[in-house]
């Protein structure tokens, strides 16, 4: 391909992105597929002479498509969203294009000042305390990893790092092995599960601070875990607090942690993965109060802030990689022709849509509310048994016309309903919730005869 044809599969290539995501919703959300289906579609071995750019883009709709879950269809509402824009897919283009390892500063200067800046922009657009930023004094600032997964690992084992240096100052004779067998780190019994995969990557132990009635961690529970700790001769170092768990999005309470964990020279990361996004909306930063009792705070522009993956802020000089692309340029991009009022627009948008959807579910008696709804996710469930619940899910995910994940709450089955996709509009809310009684209204009649 020179650079002629590039221009003509090029332009190509765009009408059929924008053709995909104009008609997405046309498209079953998940595929009907069983695991494996791919293999026997394609050759066992690459091609020895060149294929045509053709029949590779017939084989996008005869061996991808099929099998693709479609995360920005109007009526994908599992997990939370996978941001995406149009400015991020053109910037995501032209970093393809430049094609820089962001190794240093010399090995391109933009890449590496621009990410930085960006981070700025970030970091005041959310209020964070000077000490975030890196324009005022050089000592703040972070970088773009790749998942929040990433975030926490840096921060497990910058906490790590400074416990031992700590420990040792004090006590030279103490090694580092016989330190890190005393360390202990602390996380919601809420927190994803990549926080408890940071521990054992760093090779400390974890323990999981039981939540309260709104699945948030309280300083009265997690001071007594540490004092507990303390007096069996362990060293407290870690506590990561969420805001915007994974099964319901609660948010632990920083303005009481916060102190506690500075009292006790525990580094506190805070993981607002997804809830980090909404905190540009004034009516939301409150969510984010004591945030300056942090060590370190990541949230993923790439969930909720119309900025494609792969793109997770962490405020803190930390990452895995020596090299990085040139992330930073999605950003710009976003920011700029979007503008701080727009990506505000877009998070009430959503949260409006979760609220519609949540009146819905309270104006039916059958099913129940789980957890309160604060941003864009929905928990809810029938009025029953767990096993009536799965049923329900298992009845959405086989129609393949709404796609739904669950979660466990107080030891109860309970369906997740997250806002997702950037073209979700009410009128899909409502298509979505005719869809889901109307499965409910045959499940229970079926039900009623064989005693459910």
Same mark, same amino acid.
């Given at each position: 391909m020179d650079a002629?044809?590039?221009?003509?599969?090029?332009?190509?290539?765009?009408?059929?992105?924008?053709?995909?995501?104009?008609?997405?919703?046309?498209?079953?959300?998940?595929?009907?597929?069983?695991?494996g289906y791919l293999r026997s579609l394609i050759p066992n071995e690459a091609p020895l002479e060149p294929e045509s750019y053709e029949d590779i883009i017939k084989d996008v709709e005869r061996v991808i498509m099929p099998g693709v879950t479609h995360w920005h269809s109007p009526y994908f509402f599992a997990y939370f969203p996978a941001a995406s824009s149009y400015p991020a897919m053109v910037a995501d283009m032209l970093c393809g294009a430049i094609g820089c390892i962001g190794f240093s500063w010399a090995a391109s200067p933009a890449c590496t000042e621009l990410e930085t800046v960006m981070l700025d922009w970030l970091g005041k657009m959310l209020q964070l305390p000077e000490c975030f930023i890196a324009g005022t004094h050089g000592r703040g600032g972070g970088v773009i990893q790749g998942t929040a997964s990433e975030a926490t690992l840096m921060s497990l084992l910058a906490a790590r790092c400074k416990a031992v240096r700590r420990v040792q100052?004090?006590? $030279?004779?103490?090694?580092?092995?016989?330190?890190?067998?005393? !360390?202990?780190?602390?996380? @919601?019994d809420q927190a994803h599960s990549s926080v408890e995969r940071a521990a054992l990557i760093g090779a400390v132990m974890m323990r999981k601070v039981p939540t309260d009635n709104h699945y948030a961690v309280r300083k009265e529970m997690l001071k007594?875990?540490?004092?507990?700790?303390?007096? $069996?001769?362990?060293?407290?170092?870690?506590?990561?607090?969420? !805001?915007?768990?994974?099964? @319901?999005?609660?948010?632990?309470h920083l303005t009481e942690l916060g102190p506690l964990c500075n009292e006790e020279n525990m580094w506190m990361h805070i993981d607002a993965a997804y809830a980090g996004s909404a905190f540009v909306c004034p009516e939301f930063r409150p969510l984010l109060n004591g945030v300056e009792f942090a060590d370190s705070f990541n949230f993923n522009p790439h969930k909720w802030l119309l900025v494609n993956f792969d793109s997770a802020i962490v405020k803190q000089h930390w990452q895995i990689p020596l090299g990085r692309r040139f992330r930073s340029l999605k950003m710009w991009f976003v920011f700029r022709m979007y503008g701080l009022k727009g990506l505000q627009a877009h998070i009430r948008k959503q949260v409006a849509l979760a609220k519609e959807f949540e009146s819905l579910v309270r104006a039916d008696k059958r099913f129940e509310i789980c957890a309160e709804v604060v941003l864009g996710l929905v928990c809810f469930r029938l009025k029953g048994s767990n096993e009536l619940n799965q049923e329900l899910l298992k009845r959405i995910t086989k129609?393949?016309?709404?796609?739904?994940?669950?979660?466990?709450?107080?030891?109860?089955?309970?369906?997740?309903?997250?806002?997702?996709?950037?073209?979700?509009?009410?009128?899909?809310?409502?298509?979505a919730w005719q869809h889901i009684t109307q499965l409910t209204f045959e499940l229970l009649q079926e039900c009623q005869a064989k005693d459910f």
């Open positions: 002629a044809e590039f221009r003509r599969r090029g332009k190509e290539m765009v009408d059929y992105v924008a053709d995909y995501l104009e008609n997405i919703e046309k498209r079953p959300v998940y595929p009907d597929l069983e695991p100052a004090i006590n $030279a004779k103490k090694s580092e092995s016989e330190i890190l067998s005393k !360390l202990v780190a602390y996380t @919601s007594k875990m540490v004092e507990e700790d303390k007096a $069996a001769g362990l060293i407290p170092f870690y506590f990561c607090a969420t !805001l915007g768990t994974t099964p @319901s999005c609660a948010f632990d129609s393949r016309e709404i796609h739904l994940v669950p979660c466990q709450l107080s030891g109860r089955f309970v369906l997740r309903f997250a806002i997702c996709a950037r073209s979700t509009e009410s009128h899909h809310i409502q298509q």
